[in-house]
């Protein structure tokens, strides 16, 4: 019964419409800011004539209650600012809503301790397995999302290039669509190439949110091994921040990020981001080839990249109504994105391309709505509606075979391009549609229940002007995937012990042309599939305080990952279709312990984690010849421990250490062949240590009253590892990714209150070689300067 009712779509609309209904009350709501416009958790709002008629603001900032019509006077306080005292005027069944900033008691705040926490230290603290990382002290820096990723304890990012490059992303051993991304909890998988964690620059978003293994049910995931949230600003204040830096290799980023609330609740969005990069950086150990192309056993280095530039440029917009009696928050948005990447070479650095490229646009249009408060204030909606259209395209439409030196020769066969396939302007059009729909009803001051469901839909079809006979997608291909989740929170003990339990369903429908590529007949070499599972996954995350410093926590979940649209489909190239994929399936274990205290003028964080993911039907590429296939394979158990430390005295010089340990093995390769001593050995190609460190010291009121002076040293470090074995052949022949330990160091300014700000940034400092993977060097050293301007009510 219920997977008729999500397919039929009814749940959803009922929850929608269900709930938009209105009370009529008579309210008062607002946010609390400082005078750099973060919002004051926890800050006191009471009516001085009213006795016992008040809030408290959340981890937002935000506050809302209600209260009969009147004139009155509001007296808003919070510990180390001044006492604030507004009178307001509340009308029948009208909502009022207010702005207030609150300065900085300097006496008080020398004499006082202020124990108020963050949104992220409160996000940490929850029984899941998380990571926050805060961009406020990053805004100014010439960095995207993957350099942030980087610095989280677990994580490794490998890269196949510069700014725009394919990468990898890695959590606890588990990598690639294995771990899902998420924009402000809405996720990113129908947003194209051009709208990446590669090129989306930091000065965009307010934290980065790394949850590992155990997913909560409001991201809608289905993860495999963990996922990342970026959350954006969502501070009800008007502001512009502008940012502009160039640096090496002719690379130059731009963004704008502008918001604007009316006292009548109107409000518009936008943010943007434009990158480009040559990425003609120099590499070594190249070969040098006769006139025919064969191989000459000479070598040379410092040799420049010529066929590697990168453009994207992204823009969204939203308008609508917030703090309205029927809605918190009703916005229509549009988001437009698009790129142009230059391939430089295949995975064999030494066969260079001189003119293929890739393309990617994206059109996507959506509808958010927020409100709390319904249902005796016991209940709180959110919905997210998008459609949209993604367009990707490969041109590869010349016969030349190039070199590394500027020259070039022709191919004998003038219907070949340069990856030795037919010519091809193959363009794939995908038609999406996307639902996430969660309600949260509070039971108690104790419990809560949670519900979330996530729609994706993706119709792709395909075309080729500069390809003969059938076309790949000619047939559209259709995946159609819904996620439901329910989950139970319970607070017990006076809020020291926190659980989670929860549930979650996936069901697929895909539907598509599976290609033979072994048989020329036509009617053989092309037949009609479609697919359909269901799968239960269900887990739990619990958290005990033993003191307002010291917690453990542990979380344990069974999972599903249901393939990609180009995992089953293929990509209409060189990678085929394969529509008997099943889900990849896990059960991830978290244990871990959190202190944050105070000593002295010391504030330090140690957090730490052990964790287990054993895995079933991982999703694998296989090689046929000149094509590719997925394949479930490998069945992967993945342990490891990571560690960290941060610790920052007198709120000025500060040290941040991790390190990560995981042991990632194979179970069943070599079993079919009766190769015992294969079994269960670690899995080559994959980082087992690795991790890094930063230093640095923040200067205060330096050359004039609130500026900021900022520098730092940060350095990365992974231990070499094999490509293809750790126990196969002897050890000195076997072919390694080299040992990298690279290092950034960065000089920032900021003045007249973080309205303008200055940064330097030196990445790879010492100029060393890096290897992300097998013979693909990362850039060398590089400068970048930026240039930022804030302005804020």
């Not at 490794?156 to 998420?182: C, H, I, P, T, W």
């Not at 363009?427 to 729909?437: G, M, P, V």
């Not at 890094?692 to 009253?705: E, L, M, V, W």
Request: proline letters at 3%.
């Amino acid at each position: 019964m219920l997977v008729f009712v999500l397919r039929k779509n009814s749940c959803l609309f009922f929850l929608l419409f269900g709930i938009m209904i209105c009370t009529g009350q008579s309210r008062i709501k607002g946010t609390i800011l400082d005078t750099q416009s973060n919002p004051i958790p926890e800050a006191s709002i009471q009516i001085i004539e009213l006795k016992n008629k008040g809030a408290l603001s959340d981890f937002e900032g935000n506050f809302e209650f209600d209260a009969p019509s009147g004139s009155y006077t509001l007296k808003i306080s919070f510990v180390g600012f001044k006492d604030y005292l507004k009178k307001v005027e509340i009308k029948d069944s009208k909502t009022t809503s207010l702005t207030i900033v609150l300065e900085e008691d300097v006496k008080e705040l020398a004499d006082v301790l202020v124990k108020a926490k963050s949104k992220a230290q409160k996000t940490r603290e929850k029984a899941f397995e998380v990571e926050v990382i805060q961009t406020q002290g990053l805004k100014n820096a010439s960095v995207d999302i993957n350099s942030l990723l980087t610095t989280v304890p677990g994580v490794n990012v490998r890269q196949r290039g510069g700014l725009g490059s394919a990468f990898e992303f890695s959590l606890n051993g588990l990598s690639g669509k294995q771990v899902k991304f998420f924009i402000d909890d809405i996720p990113l998988e129908n947003f194209g190439s051009s709208m990446s964690f590669n090129n989306f620059p930091a000065t965009l978003i307010e934290s980065v949110e790394v949850f590992k293994g155990v997913v909560p049910i409001y991201l809608g995931a289905d993860a495999l091994g963990g996922a990342v949230n970026i959350i954006t600003n969502q501070r009800k204040n008007d502001f512009i921040d502008v940012s502009y830096d160039a640096g090496s290799f002719n690379t130059h980023r731009a963004t704008i990020n502008t918001q604007y609330y009316s006292d009548k609740g109107f409000v518009i969005k936008a943010f943007s981001f434009y990158n480009h990069s040559d990425n003609d950086y120099k590499i070594d150990d190249i070969e040098v080839r006769d006139e025919l192309g064969n191989d000459t056993g000479i070598r040379r280095d410092n040799v420049r990249r010529f066929h590697d530039a990168y453009t994207s440029q992204m823009i969204n917009l939203q308008t609508g109504l917030v703090e309205k009696s029927f809605a918190d928050k009703l916005l229509i948005g549009i988001t437009a994105s698009a790129n142009k990447n230059e391939i430089q070479h295949p995975i064999d650095p030494q066969n260079p391309f001189g003119e293929v490229f890739t393309k990617n646009n994206v059109i996507n249009a959506s509808l958010i709505y927020e409100k709390a408060n319904l249902l005796k204030e016991k209940l709180k909606v959110k919905l997210y509606a998008a459609v949209g259209e993604n367009n990707d395209k490969v041109a590869d439409t010349s016969a030349r075979k190039y070199d590394w030196f500027g020259g070039f020769i022709e191919r004998g066969d003038q219907n070949l391009g340069e990856l030795e396939f037919s010519k091809t302007l193959f363009e794939f059009k995908d038609k999406t549609h996307l639902i996430n729909a969660f309600a949260s009803y509070t039971i108690n001051d104790q419990s809560a229940l949670n519900f979330n469901f996530t729609k994706n839909y993706i119709k792709r079809k395909g075309e080729d002007p500069a390809r003969k006979g059938k076309i790949p997608f000619n047939d559209p291909h259709v995946i159609n995937k819904n996620i439901v989740g329910v989950s139970y929170d319970l607070e017990a003990f006076d809020a020291t012990w926190n659980t989670t339990v929860f549930g979650k369903g996936y069901f697929l429908n895909s539907e598509g042309v599976l290609e033979d590529v072994l048989t020329n007949i036509e009617e053989d070499r092309f037949t009609k599939f479609n697919n359909t599972f269901e799968e239960l996954g269900y887990g739990f995350a619990s958290t005990y305080k033993f003191t307002d410093d010291i917690q453990l926590k542990g979380s344990l979940e069974k999972t599903f990952r249901i393939p990609e649209g180009y995992e089953i489909f293929g990509d209409g190239f060189l990678l085929k279709s394969n529509p008997e994929l099943l889900p990849e399936e896990s059960y991830n274990a978290n244990l871990g312990f959190l202190l944050q205290t105070d000593i002295n003028k010391f504030k330090i964080r140690l957090d730490s984690n052990v964790f287990l993911r054993e895995s079933e039907n991982f999703i694998t590429i296989r090689s046929e010849g000149i094509f590719s296939r997925y394949y479930n394979t490998a069945a992967a158990r993945s342990t490891g421990v990571e560690g960290e430390i941060r610790t920052i005295y007198n709120d000025a010089l500060f040290l941040e250490i991790n390190a990560t340990y995981q042991n990632i093995i194979d179970r069943n390769v070599g079993a079919n062949a009766g190769v015992d001593f294969l079994k269960n050995q670690r899995i080559a190609n994959i980082p087992y240590v690795f991790g890094n460190a930063k230093i640095g010291y923040n200067a205060k009121d330096i050359f004039s009253a609130n500026d900021k002076l900022t520098v730092s040293w940060s350095s990365y470090y992974v231990h070499d590892y094999p490509l293809t074995s750790f126990v196969e052949g002897s050890p000195k022949e076997r072919d390694i990714i080299p040992e990298q330990f690279s290092h950034n160091a960065q000089l920032g300014y900021s003045f007249k209150n973080g309205m303008y700000n200055i940064s330097v940034l030196a990445r790879n400092v010492t100029d060393a070689k890096v290897y992300d993977n097998f013979e693909i060097q990362q850039p060398g050293r590089a400068f970048y300067v930026k240039l930022r301007y804030y302005l804020s009510n």
